[in-house]
C-alpha cells in the first residue's frame, strides 16, 4: 500500500474511532472520501467526473433521459463496486467523510433516484451492476442472486439450469432483482404465488455501519422492512435468496398477453366459459415453456432467442412520466366507456396498464411476510404512462404531461381514496418529497405525504426499523423512509 493510501486509511479509522460512527456534517472534505475510497477499493472501480469514463457508466442503465440534462445533480463520483467489501468500504468511506450513497441496480427507479438528486447536495453513485450473478442448483426450489442482476439475468439462468422451476417477476427483464423486490414487485403471477417480496427467504445487507448482516443477524422487523418497504432506505442489499415455485414444462401465451400456467386444452376450456365473446379456439394457443414464455412477453415475439434477456443494453431515445392508482370497486360498463371517450380516444402516447390483484396478493397473512400493502380487497393496481420525443421540456413535454393530468384526474373517482394509494416502484415525485429538519435529518411528518399513499399503515412500522437500523437518516432520498421519532 503506498504511504498515501496508508494514510488515508488511518486517517479514516481514527475519525471512525472518535466520531463513533456518527454521520458527518455535509462541510467535511469530498477530497478526504476519494481518498479512503482509493485506500480500500482499486482505482479502476472508481469513476470521478473528470474520468474519461464517467459520463458512460452513468448513463448505462440511465433509462429515461429527461435525467440526463445539464441541470441533472450528478454524484460526486460513481463506485461500481464488483464485490462486497467494496459496498462495505463505500459504505464507511461515505460515513466517514460525510457523503451519502444511492445506489443503483438496475436504473429503473421512475424519477431517477438511484443516480441524480433533485436537490443540489454532494453524494456518490453506488453502481451495483458488476455485482451479479445467479447460484442455481438444479432441483432446489431457491437460489441466492445478486443485487445486480436483472430479472431477464435471472430468469434465463432458472430456466436454463433449473428447468421446471420459475420465480414470479415482472415482465421487464432489465428491471433490477433489487429494486423490483424493494419496492414490493408486482408481476403476472403474483395472484398465484404473491408479489416478489412474498418469496424472499433470505438476504444479505449492507447496514449503515458497513457491517454484512443476514436474516438472522437483521432480525424480524428489520427483515421484513426490506421486501417491499424501499430497501434503500435501510442499506444496501448485496445478495437475495429468493423461493422458486414448480412450474409445468409449457405455458401457453395469448397475444392480449395473459399467462396460463398448464395445457392449451385446460385454458381452452375456462376462457370459453367464461369469456365466450373472445372466441378462442385451439388455434389461438401458443405453448411454450416458462423461460420462452418470459421473453416473449418482453419482446412481443417468438423469433428473439432467450439469449436476449441477458442484455442490459438501454434505449434513451424516450422520455416518460407514469403515475399509479389502485381500485377496490368495480369501475362498471358505463364508467369504461366513458374514460375511452373522454380521454383514451382523443388523447395521444398514453398507456394504461391494469393488474389484477387477490388470490395469493390478498391473503390474510401477507402483510407478515412483505409491506407491500394493497392486499384485500384490491381489484387492481393501474400504471399509466405519458411518452413524448424531443427534448426533457417544450410542447411536446407539456402536451404529454397534460394527457397524464388529465387521464389521472379522471380515474379519481373510480380509485381508492384517504389516502390515493399508489405503488412505491411507480415512483412519483408529484405525490410529496421529504423535508429535512435542522438536526439533518428526514421529517417523519413529511415522509407521511407520499409514504402513507405506497405503504398505508405500514408506515409508522417501516419508520420504527428506520430508527433503529439508520437513526442518523445516512441512506436517504427524496421518498426515503425517515426515522420514527422518539416520544
Known sequence: MADSQAMALALAILCFLLCGNAFLPSSASSDS???CLSAMMPSELVYQQSSSGFVSVLESSVQNPKFLTNTTV???????????????????CGRWHGVRLRVRSGGHDYEGLSYRSVRPEVFAVLDLARLRGVRVVPGEGSVWVD??????????????TNPGFLFPGGACATVGVSGFISGGGIGLMMRKYGVGGDNVLDARIVNANGDVLDRAAMGKDFFWAIRGGGGESFGVVVAWRLKLSRVPPTERHALFQTLYLGRCSDLLRTVSGVFPELGMTAADCNEMSWLRAMAFIYFGNTNTPVEGLLNRTNSLGTYFKSKSDYVRRAVGRAGWDSLFQQQLSRNGNM???????GAAVGGGNTNATSPYPHRRGVLFNIQYGSMWWGEANGTAAATALGWLD?????????????PREAFANYRDLDLGQNVVGRDGVSSYSSGRVWAERYFMGNYRRLAAVKAAVDPSDYFRNEQSIPPLPKT
Open 351 to 357: 398507456l394504461m396498464i391494469l393488474e389484477p390483484h
Open 406 to 418: 388529465g387521464l389521472y384526474g379522471f380515474l379519481g373517482q373510480y380509485a381508492t381514496s384517504n
Open 33 to 35: 472520501f476519494l481518498q
Open 147 to 160: 443485487a445486480g442482476t436483472t430479472l431477464g439475468e435471472l430468469y434465463y439462468a432458472v430456466g436454463t
Open 74 to 92: 450528478r454524484p460526486l463520483c460513481i463506485v461500481t463496486a464488483s464485490d462486497v467489501s467494496h459496498v462495505q468500504a463505500a459504505v464507511r
